[in-house]
């Protein structure tokens, strides 16, 4: 990875007012989803993250506020160096037509974002005929064909020339694949790109996007749900899974860290939920959460907002937000926790309201008892 980021997202904000009743406008209830909060992220040129979390946790607005199609509410994300948002509004280095080509994203239902009244190649010539405007009909098809052979949609010329509703589903999702990768983008953005697919054409999937990137050195931004495909992807391009809860990166590093050395609880609970994804000797047998609902996110927790759920939590938790710090010496592992970093203020607070004499209130780990200052 080259020390000059693709792209940098710096204090990042993302916050949706929500609808409010009568009642609500009267009194001036003006409340606010926190989608995304405050969150930092770097990627590099031929770079993979694959972001994890739960429904809701901010995934997808995140990657869509670093492709340029969410406004920021506060914060920056700049392409290049440049800030995509002043592009768009104004003058700028880099054009905001050359941000937005090189910015692709792959969603995760194939079959809805493909015109059916088309065929495949009528669905792929727009987006060429604009960004390429060098090339003529018979170069565009060439091209294309040459894109739906290197995807496995073969015999070419007959795939160019189906309708969306003669495609399979991973059919669908390669000629999806096959547009964002037209353009030559330097990063993609795949949201769930391979969740509706059957478990046996999930890792046909992956492979291609892992070979696809290799090919063309382009960057990922993977979005998922599932820990074991973050794994996956993350973990054959040597890249790094970046843990969401709640609008904030919680923890991020190389997947062999997060899987087997995770140090954020929230972590450890995803861990948990996929099974024979770790290798630690010992498997937890129940559940390491204290609730498993997740908190409101117009009311988020106080302090780290996944106090409410965590088994260590301790009132210092509930005081102040933990920013990400690095964990030990391991490269690019960092993890937003006051209990993996040992702090001080934490281990001299009380553990919360029923987690005495649980494993928020013992000392295995407490380097008080190792005789730490
Ligand atoms: S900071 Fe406290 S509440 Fe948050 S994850 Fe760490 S131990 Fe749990």
New binding site residues.
């Given amino acids: 990875m080259n020390s000059e980021p693709l792209l940098e997202v710096e204090d990042l904000d993302v916050h949706f007012g929500t609808e409010q009743g009568l009642l609500g406008r009267f009194f001036g209830d003006d409340s606010v989803v926190r989608a995304v909060d405050d969150v930092s992220l770097e990627i590099g040129e031929d770079d993979v993250v694959a972001l994890v979390g739960e429904s809701g946790c901010g995934k997808t607005t995140l990657g869509k506020a670093m492709i340029g199609l969410q406004e920021p509410t506060n914060g920056s994300v700049r392409y290049r160096g440049q800030d995509i948002w002043e592009a768009r509004t104004g003058e700028s280095e880099i054009p905001y037509s050359k941000i937005r080509r090189s910015l692709q994203m792959i969603h995760q239902d194939a079959g809805n974002s493909l015109d059916p009244n088309r065929t495949v190649f009528e669905n792929l010539s727009p987006a060429l005929k604009k960004w390429r405007p060098e090339l003529n009909l018979v170069e565009r098809r060439e091209l294309v064909q040459t894109m739906l052979e290197t995807v496995g949609l073969t015999p070419a010329s007959d795939y160019a020339s189906r309708y969306p509703h003669q495609l399979s589903g991973g059919e669908a999702q390669r000629t999806v694949v096959v547009r964002a990768m037209l353009l030559e983008p330097d990063l993609i953005l795949a949201d769930e790109a391979v969740s509706a697919l059957d478990v046996s054409l999930r890792v046909n999937m992956m492979n291609l996007l892992l070979d696809l990137q290799d090919m063309f050195s382009t960057s990922f931004v993977f979005i998922s749900h599932n820990m074991s495909n973050a794994r996956y992807l993350a973990g054959k391009a040597d890249g790094r899974i970046a843990v969401m809860y709640l609008g904030r990166i ?1 923890e991020i590093g190389p997947p062999d860290e997060i899987i087997n050395n995770p140090q ?3 972590t450890k609970s995803l861990i948990w939920a996929t099974s024979g994804l770790s290798e630690i000797d010992e498997p937890i047998e129940s559940p390491p959460l204290r609730e498993i609902d997740v908190p409101d996110p117009e009311d988020p927790p106080s302090g ?1 907002r ?2 409410t759920r ?1 088994p ?3 009132e ?2 509930t005081e102040e937000s ?1 920013e990400l710090t690095p964990v030990g010496e391991t490269p690019r592992h960092e993890a ?5 970093r040992d702090d001080r203020e ?1 281990w001299n607070s009380d553990p919360l309201p029923g987690l005495e004499g649980e494993s928020g209130g013992g000392s295995e780990r407490d380097p008080r008892s190792a005789g730490a200052d």
């Fill in positions: 919680v954020h609880p929230y780290c996944f106090h965590c260590e939590a301790r210092a938790c933990p937003a926790c006051y209990y993996a934490y």
